[in-house]
């Protein structure tokens, strides 16, 4: 069973490594996870000097309950080894691994970290952008059930998942929303957390909220971001509504009461409400209480 997790994943917004006026900004942003990137967002020249400045901001950084993650290359690349013993040493919340295609790539990381005798706490997170890692997903996503494994969330990267495939997303994304979905049930199955990808368009904020509420609907937990102007929406897409509250409020105080509190299936306002609705009522109001 999918989990609330000890803290809401909303909104994941990128900042680049190599950018020391965007580290700068982390502190003031109403995100709940950053996600310092050492990969893409990092062109091979500054990859070292990128490596060198993280290092030395998160050394300096209190912590404020933001949830710290940091995306390394590949493991494979040239950059790889030297970015995983420099997340280590920061000490995150969580590693993101780009281009995870296997569990095996995502269990090669695990070892490493386990000879360098990483605290157990340290989670990973996997990029699902290629074909392969859609076609291997639920192998990855079962990873979730091994707790020695660490895997925590999936990452939707569909900007590499157009390129690759060399679809046209179409309106709505509509080519994307069947791979979307198959992340979505594949974390689910995994009792991990899913995040929408990107959206590129940072202007248009009318746009950016619609493609939240679609994210929301197929199941995402949150959306990964480029920009902090797509913050506020995001967190207010991917929080339980007052309407949903109070309709999950009723859920539990019906079955509460001492004439429903043996029943399996109650009638409430002429729908009929089984146990499993006063499952998801629970987890919602923990949502909402985070």
């Known amino acids: 069973m999918h989990t609330t997790p000890p803290r809401p994943r909303r909104s994941a917004l990128y900042v680049p490594a190599s950018s020391e006026k965007a580290l700068a900004k982390i502190g003031r942003l109403a995100c709940d996870c950053v996600i310092v990137d050492l990969e893409d967002a990092v062109a091979p020249g500054e990859k070292a000097q990128a490596r060198e400045r993280m290092a030395a901001f998160l050394a300096g950084r209190e912590r404020d309950g933001t949830e710290m993650v940091i995306r390394i290359n590949a493991l494979a690349s040239e950059w790889g080894a030297g970015d995983l013993a420099a997340a280590k040493a920061c000490r995150p919340d969580a590693i993101l691994i ?100 990107v959206a590129n368009d940072f202007s ?27 913050i506020a929406p995001a967190n207010a897409a991917f929080s339980p509504s007052p309407q949903e509250v109070e309709a999950a409020l009723g859920v539990r105080a019906a079955f509460a009461l001492p004439e429903n509190s043996a029943k399996g299936v109650i009638s409430l306002g002429g729908r009929m409400v089984e146990r499993l609705h006063l499952e998801q009522a629970e987890r919602l109001l923990a949502r909402a209480g985070r």
Not at 172 to 182: A, I, Y
Request: some cysteine.
């Open 98 to 197: 780009p281009k995870v295609e296997t569990a095996r790539d995502l269990l090669e990381v695990n070892d490493a970290l386990d000879e360098a005798d990483a605290r157990p706490s340290l989670a990973l997170w996997a990029m699902v952008e290629t074909p392969r890692a859609l076609i291997n997903i639920g192998a990855i996503a079962a990873l979730g059930r091994d707790r020695g494994a660490r895997l925590a969330c999936l990452v939707a990267g569909t900007n590499d998942l157009v390129k690759d495939t060399g679809i046209r997303p179409g309106p709505g994304r509509q080519l994307l929303v069947p791979w979307l979905m198959q992340i979505v049930l594949a974390a689910r199955a995994g009792g991990l957390d899913a995040l929408d990808g």
């Open 204 to 230: 248009d904020l009318d746009a950016f909220s619609a493609e939240c509420a679609q994210g929301r609907d197929m199941g995402f937990d949150g959306k990964t971001l480029i920009h902090p102007a797509q």
